[in-house]
């Protein structure tokens, strides 16, 4: 694996520049080299890095902000974001690590997440929208109609 030494990310050995910053000056990766795990929001770093401590890997974490981004315009990057810098050498580690991470956190969203809205079926929720969109439209109608008889009572009271 090349490594960028510009934004610590590793790239394939047949690139020429790094596909993240577009750096030219790609080398071979070492054992101690800070690469990129990922990125992850607060509560996910901070998560990960307990985890990574208690392994006692090297890592380091740093705003997004903070330091060389590669889509400064990314919608998803909120200003919490982490990135996760981990050693070279400890890699496959940090990704079981951060991979059992992840499906523990997905588990816990997916036991609180009771959506009511995924156990209507399709064809119902349609009917429901339609419903709603027409009471929603025979509500303006009537506030247009009312205020203009209202307006209409109001000229006869004062003779106009």
Known sequence: MLYCA?????????????????NSRLRAAHEDDLVLLH???????????????????????SPCGGSY??????AALLPTD????????????????SAALKEEIDRANAL??????????????????????TAFLLLVMAAVFGADAFANWVRTLLGM
């Open 112 to 133: 609180t997440e009771d959506d009511p809205a995924d156990s209507v079926p399709p064809r119902k929720r349609i009917v429901l929208e339609i419903l709603s969109v």
């Open 69 to 74: 981004s590669a889509a400064p315009q990314d």
């Open 6 to 22: 510009r934004c610590r990310r590793l790239c394939e050995d047949t690139v020429k520049r790094c596909p993240a910053c577009k």
């Open 39 to 61: 990125r992850a929001d607060e509560y996910t770093a901070a998560r990960l890095a307990q985890q990574l401590e208690t392994a006692g890997l090297t890592f380091e974490l």
């Open 82 to 97: 982490q990135n996760i810098y981990v050693r070279y050498g400890d890699l496959p580690t940090a990704q079981a690590l």
